[in-house]
């Protein structure tokens, strides 16, 4: 452990421990029926989901990632949070109507309802797939921030950090999960803004240096305004933005989830407009104190070892400011924001999950009738078994790394189609199965080639920056079940019917 984590931080990181699984686990007593394990009763207050809905947002590394990239380059990765807006415009006029007049809890049941079950399964498993990937990334890489910061090890942080979600996520359910992202997102945010304020405070002369340094090497800057395809320009930074904000609030599970747990329809859409919203200026401060780190180790190059003045040890800068820089309780309570920020994604995945494998699966293929206790019985297994998983891929990921890589692109290459399906049932009435499917499975292959072709030494390889795959993948499944759509109805006339 580094010295520097003092007696003071190990009491304020075991307290913030201690109080988030207590009290995540005090909600045991309102999680007894699938309905409050998975909905909350439908009763929680707007502000309440929205800060749950932000907890969900900002992942661990969000807190870690932005700042490094704000370090190494500019302000270019703010230009995803521009794209908020509108993405939160759509779901408050078209999802959250869309999904709390539906009132199934699983954001899959409408796409089987459209197009048919294969839909519903498609995206299902996708979505599993994808949340398994995204639960061992972030506890790996949170484990591995935590290990160079403190020097603990690895495999316990992991383990550690898999046991007390579990706990509080298996009692507590979904108003479990939702009250402690309201504590945790609090923390997050208060660690932010501690360290900005001690680096504003920090700098040998005064906080107008930070300014002064960051303009002289254009730091603020938002990216090029050009129309290259093949670099992250502002506008293709922001179209990705959208596809991808559109993607979580109209057919991710965390937050479908979410619109169902809040009271009434209005504080549904309360609650996306405070989440969403709010993620803008916490975006903002993130990579305000990339800059900060900048303009702090510009003015004093000397706290910076040479070992982390490499463009690609960015990452590994604020991590070292914590533990160098902070006075003793602050660190611990970086360490807090740290866990909070990841406890807080890989909490709603494991209970997304757990709801996912009762209704669209259990319910529909094994017990459909099945009862409260029954039910209550898979949800608490399902927590326990994904717990488990996301855990052991966590683990997976010190030694093989490579392979959970490639699993990683595979889901985002058959989770990418989900959007595209989704819109082409919701804004085309006239498109049906067969089209469906045809336009789906052409996605994927769009989605395929580039994502693996710019590593081929060949002329067709994909001339596209990576963050335009779930763009146009989106695009071209929507408009090719269009096409197709209109080209069957276009036949059906010419031959009478």
């Known amino acids: 452990m580094d010295s520097h984590f003092s007696s003071i931080d190990i009491i304020v990181l075991i307290v913030y421990i201690v109080g988030v699984v207590a009290f995540g686990s005090y909600f045991v007593r309102k999680s007894k029926s699938p309905e409050t394990f998975t909905a909350a009763g439908r009763s929680l207050p707007g502000w309440a989901v929205g800060l749950s809905i ?17 370090y190494a380059g500019n302000w270019n990765p703010f230009v995803f949070s521009l794209s908020l807006p509108l993405a939160a415009w759509m779901a408050v006029r078209f999802f959250v109507p869309l999904y709390r007049e539906h009132g199934d809890i699983s954001a899959y049941s409408y796409l089987e309802k459209r197009f048919g079950p294969w839909a519903r399964n498609y995206a299902a498993i996708c979505y ?25 090890d690895i495999k316990t942080i992991i383990i550690g ?4 979600t579990f706990i509080y996520t298996f009692l507590g359910g979904i108003e479990g999960v939702i009250w402690t ?53 502002f506008w293709v930074v922001l179209v990705y933005g959208i596809a991808i904000n559109l993607q979580n609030f109209g057919i991710d599970q965390n937050y479908i989830q979410r619109y169902h747990t809040a009271r009434t329809s209005r504080e549904a859409k309360k609650s996306v407009l405070l989440g969403s919203l709010l ?22 190059p000397q706290l910076l070892p040479e070992a982390l003045k490499a ?28 866990f909070a920020a990841a406890m807080s994604t890989v909490d709603s995945s494991i209970n997304s999950a757990s709801t996912l494998i009762l209704t ?3 319910k529909r293929y094994f017990r459909p009738k099945a009862g409260n206790k029954e039910s209550m019985k898979v949800l608490r297994i399902s927590t326990l ?43 085309s009435r006239r498109v049906r199965n067969v089209s469906a499917a045809i336009a789906t499975t052409l996605g994927i292959l769009v989605i395929m080639w580039m994502t693996f072709s710019p590593t081929w030494d060949s002329p067709i390889a994909s001339p596209f920056h990576g963050f335009l795959i779930p763009v146009i993948g989106t695009l071209g499944i929507f408009l090719v079940g269009l096409l197709l759509s209109r080209r069957k109805e276009m036949k059906k006339r010419k031959d009478g019917v």
Not at 56 to 69: M, R
Not at 130 to 147: D, N
Not at 397 to 422: C, E, H, K, P, T
Request: glycine letters at 10%; hydrophobic letters at 55%.
């Open 54 to 70: 932000l907890g969900t947002y900002v992942s661990s590394i969000s807190f870690l990632a932005l700042p490094g990239k704000a």
């Open 128 to 152: 599993l797939l994808t949340q398994l990937a995204r639960m061992g990334s972030i506890m790996f890489l949170v484990a591995l921030a935590l290990h160079s910061l403190l020097g603990w």
């Open 161 to 164: 950090m898999g046991i007390l």
């Open 181 to 233: 992202d309201v504590v945790q997102s609090l923390v997050l945010m208060g660690g932010a803004l501690t360290c900005a304020v001690i680096l504003f405070f920090n700098m040998p002369e005064g906080p107008g240096q930070i300014f002064s340094i960051a303009a002289q090497h254009s730091k603020f800057n938002l990216g090029s305004f050009g129309f290259s395809l093949s670099s992250p320009t």
């Open 279 to 300: 993620y803008i200026p916490v975006s903002a401060l993130f990579i305000f104190i990339g800059t900060q780190l900048f303009a702090f180790y510009r003015a004093s």
């Open 311 to 338: 463009v690609d040890k960015a990452d590994k800068v604020f991590p070292h400011f914590i533990v160098t820089q902070l006075p003793a309780g602050f660190v611990g309570l970086l360490i807090a924001a740290i």
């Open 360 to 362: 669209d699966f259990y």
């Open 385 to 427: 078994v994904w717990s488990l998983l996301g855990t052991l891929a966590a683990l997976a990921m010190i030694n093989v790394r490579s392979v959970l890589d490639a699993w990683w692109q595979l889901s985002g290459i058959f989770g990418g189609g989900m959007l595209g399906l989704f819109l082409l049932g919701y804004f």
